[in-house]
C-alpha cells in the first residue's frame, strides 16, 4: 500500500506512520508528502525520511481551489498513491481528490467522534471543549472522509482519560501520544484486510 500524506504543520502522525514502516510495523511505502504550508515541519520530516515533499498551495501555479485540487490529484497519482493520510491536514479535501480516493483518505481526529467534531473543532478547540464540558474521557478517532467535516465511517476509536487537573496542553499531549499508535495500527489492519475499505465507486485512483 503506496501512502500519501496531506499535512499543514507538525507532523507528527505523519512521523509515527512514517516510523512504523521503516520499523516493519505497518507494511506500507509512503511514497509523498503534500503540504500546504512551504515552513510546516511536515516537509523538513519528509526531507529527511526521503519523501518526496510538495508545497501547493492556491497561488501562481494554482490560481484557485479547483486549480489546486487537479494539481494534488496529478501528484497523488505521479506517485502512484493507493491511500492518502490527513495528518493534520487543516483544509477541506477538494472534490476532484475525493471523486478519485473516495472511501481511501483516512483522516485522525483527537476525540470520539461523533462528539467534538465539526467545523472548527480542531487543535487546542477540541481538547477545550472537552475540558468545559467536563467530560471524564476523551479520545483518538480514526475515520474516512466524506465531503462533510469529521462525519466519515470510524475505522478505530480509542479512550483516553481525562484528569480532574487537566489543562488543554496536559489532555492534547495525552491524546497524540494515542493517535501516534492507533494511526499505524489502523493503518495495518487495513493493510491485512481487518479492516475493509467500501468498495471504489468511481474510477480507479
Ligand atoms: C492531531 O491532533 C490530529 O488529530 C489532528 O491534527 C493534529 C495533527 O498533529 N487532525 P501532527 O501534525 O500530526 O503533529
New binding site residues.
Partial sequence: MNIAFL??????????VIDACKAGRLDARPVVVICNNAGA??LDRAARAGIPGYHLCVGRRCPDEAALDREILATLRRHAADLIV?????KKIGPTVLAAYRGRIV????ALLPRFGGRGM??RH?HAAVLAAGERETG?TVHLIDENYDTGPILAQVTVPVRPDDTVDSL?AR??ER??VILSETLQRIVQGDIKLPAASGPAP
Avoid: C, K, R
Fill in positions: 499535512a499543514s504543520h507538525g507532523g507528527s502522525n505523519m512521523q509515527a515541519p511536515a490527513l495528518a493534520g491536514y487543516m483522516n485522525i481526529h483527537p480542531y487543535g477540541v483518538v492534547a491524546v497524540l493517535e501516534h
